[in-house]
């Protein structure tokens, strides 16, 4: 039996209806995914590996970041600064001039009591970064370059931070792992008169998710009562698609006169994402802070979240 052309008709509008309603549906889901994360700049030279927080004004969040460039031409620092409800703002910073520039940085740590004027940021490789902040016509100074102690062979680090815990300077360190690959933790003591890390212990770690193409810790830091966050990401390519979750790692302080981490027995995602490779994290006290994340997307550039933000 043949339909009529008047059903036809009515059939057919009530597709494109349909359509036309899914189609509204996905474009006010992705515009409040939108809102969730914020997009800092695009293109792989941009993402961002490693932030820690310069300072906190009445309505905006200024962040130091690194990227992981190798190339002589691609910038290594910037500022970027989050105001709520405005696109981020992004200034890129030259690396001091005759010197070397850093390859490969991963990880960007603020030094407790300096009043966030002066950094470690760290290269996969283990090297260094000792660098001061003064918001002049030349704000960045290289003061010192040493390496991490006990470096193993094929070492990937992609995480460092300091603390200070019951007076004396926490150091926290972490080679990245991959797939099957444990992450290895270290952690110990940094002596900045000497520029010396003394080691006191390691642990290594897999997390349950991602799954695949893991790295088990891409950023870490540490609160001040010692408690130890770290990020976990997977990257397959350049086009992703990412996957990233954030942990608590366990924490870390000090058993009579040794330095103890006590690792978590199971992991709990506190957030997770299935767009984001999240290589950068910071905890930022206060009404306005939260833990906020930044990522190395590849050749969607970067992006910045502050975890359970509205």
């Not at 932030?51 to 500022?79: C, E, P, T, W, Y």
């Not at 939260?290 to 975890?307: A, M, R």
Request: no cysteine.
């Amino acid at each position: 039996m043949r339909l009529s052309a008047s059903i036809y008709m009515r059939r057919f509008l009530k597709l494109i209806i349909n359509i036309l309603i899914l189609s509204a549906l996905l474009f006010i889901t992705q515009k409040v995914w939108a809102q969730d994360w914020v997009p800092v700049r695009g293109g792989i030279p941009f993402g961002i590996s490693g932030m820690a927080l310069i300072n906190q004004q009445s309505n905006s969040l200024n962040f130091l970041i690194v990227h992981d460039n190798k190339k002589q031409n691609q910038g290594r620092l910037a500022i970027i600064s989050i105001k709520r409800k405005k696109p981020p703002e992004y200034l890129p910073l030259n690396w001091p001039n005759n010197t070397e520039l850093p390859n490969d940085l991963e990880a960007l740590t603020s030094i407790p009591g300096t009043k966030n004027t002066s950094f470690i940021a760290l290269s996969s490789s283990g090297k260094a970064y000792y660098i001061k902040f003064e918001p002049t016509n030349n704000p960045i100074s290289l003061l010192k370059e040493f390496k991490l102690p006990t470096i193993s062979q094929g070492s990937n680090f992609e995480a460092f931070s300091l603390q200070d815990i019951d007076g004396k300077l926490i150091a926290v360190w972490a080679h990245r792992g991959e797939a099957e690959q444990s992450a290895t933790i270290y952690w110990g003591l940094l002596d900045l008169v000497q520029y010396k890390i003394v080691l006191t212990g390691s642990s290594n770690l897999k997390v349950p998710f991602p799954q695949g193409n893991v790295r088990h810790i891409s950023d870490l830091k540490i609160d001040p009562a010692g408690v130890v966050y770290i990020t976990s990401a997977s990257d397959p390519g350049d086009d992703g698609p990412f996957q990233s979750a954030v942990y608590i790692a366990g924490s870390i302080g000090f058993r009579g006169n040794k330095l103890v981490l006590q690792q978590n027995p199971q992991f709990v995602p506190l957030y997770r994402s299935d767009y984001h490779k999240i290589e950068g994290m910071e905890l930022v006290p206060g009404a306005e802070g939260g833990l906020i994340v930044g990522t190395d997307d590849e050749n969607f550039g970067s992006s910045v979240y502050i975890v359970g933000g509205e």
